[in-house]
């Protein structure tokens, strides 16, 4: 099966494009971020309409918003509200693949605003989020379940997911502290990064590029925020991935690449 990850920086407005990602990766189940729109106005049926009967999405005007459709059927959907906020960041279903189900979480870490000081309410706001997926995952999920983590995480953990290191080590995405925040919910119930399970840590790897870059193709200055991470026993129905950098490229992009996922489970 093909699993999409995308953070699609408003679904109504890049309804058109998320078409022609279906249309040209045939995908089986897709996961988007910041779809920005109140469940009422969600593009349902022109997605139902593309095969995708089954689904679960949480929004809200303006602002986050997570959603997942699949070919296959879907069960226990489950909504979540992190640290006392229901802001539509984290939802989760077992997708029914016949030969092996599996609980998929998607997920939209806050991006932390734009200073990397305690004293910003955005950036605690981003620590406590991590530090609360690591808790509950520790304690509510077990690494023997089969499950995958796919989303906009907000966070470059490698020294090669980010253009240049020293120059990003104040950068809000890349500092130490978020950095270690992240490993340990890495470490929660001990993931696998399927996208660097194909790519060396050695090699540089970016999936947003910003919209501040005058050309942002020649300046290259990406961070790999998008991840897509399965549990151990998983780790074999590993694939293949893709990266859809052009994408980046379409007209009236998002400022993130589509990653995709191939996994054995059928």
């Known amino acids: 099966m093909r699993l999409i990850t995308w953070n699609i920086n408003s679904v109504r407005l890049r309804l058109g494009l998320l078409m022609q990602l279906i249309d040209r990766q045939k ?3 897709f996961c ?3 779809t920005k729109t109140p469940d009422e106005f969600f593009p349902v049926e022109a997605l139902v309409n593309k095969g995708f009967k089954h689904h ?4 809200m005007k303006g602002y986050n918003g997570v959603a997942v459709f699949s070919k296959l059927p ?3 959907p489950q909504v979540y509200k992190r640290c006392g906020k229901n802001d539509c960041r984290h939802i989760s279903v077992t997708v029914k693949a016949k030969g092996k189900p599996f609980e998929l979480h998607n997920i939209y870490i806050p991006a932390g605003g734009y200073e990397a000081d305690m004293a910003s309410e955005k950036f605690r706001h981003k620590l406590d989020f991590v530090d609360e997926l690591t808790r509950w995952f520790s ?3 077990y690494s023997g379940a089969s499950m995958v983590v796919v989303g906009d995480l907000n966070i470059a953990p490698l020294e ?3 253009w240049d290191h020293k120059k990003m080590q104040d950068v809000v995405s890349h500092t130490p502290v978020e950095v270690e925040k992240f490993t340990k919910f890495y470490n929660s119930v001990g993931w696998v990064d399927a996208i660097r399970h194909f790519v060396p840590e050695e090699e540089k790897l970016y999936s947003w590029w910003s919209y501040r870059a005058e050309d942002w193709a020649a300046a290259d200055k990406g961070r790999r925020l998008d991840h897509i991470w399965v549990t151990k026993n ?10 859809l950098r052009d994408v980046r490229g379409w007209e009236r992009p998002s400022d993130h690449a589509p990653v995709i996922l191939d996994l054995n489970v059928s």
């Open 27 to 29: 995908p089986d189940v």
């Open 32 to 34: 988007l971020q910041e």
């Open 56 to 59: 679960h999405f949480t929004g």
């Open 74 to 76: 879907l069960a226990d």
């Open 139 to 141: 304690r509510e999920r």
């Open 160 to 162: 090669n997911d980010v």
């Open 234 to 243: 998983l780790k074999p129905s590993l694939k293949k991935h893709q990266i």
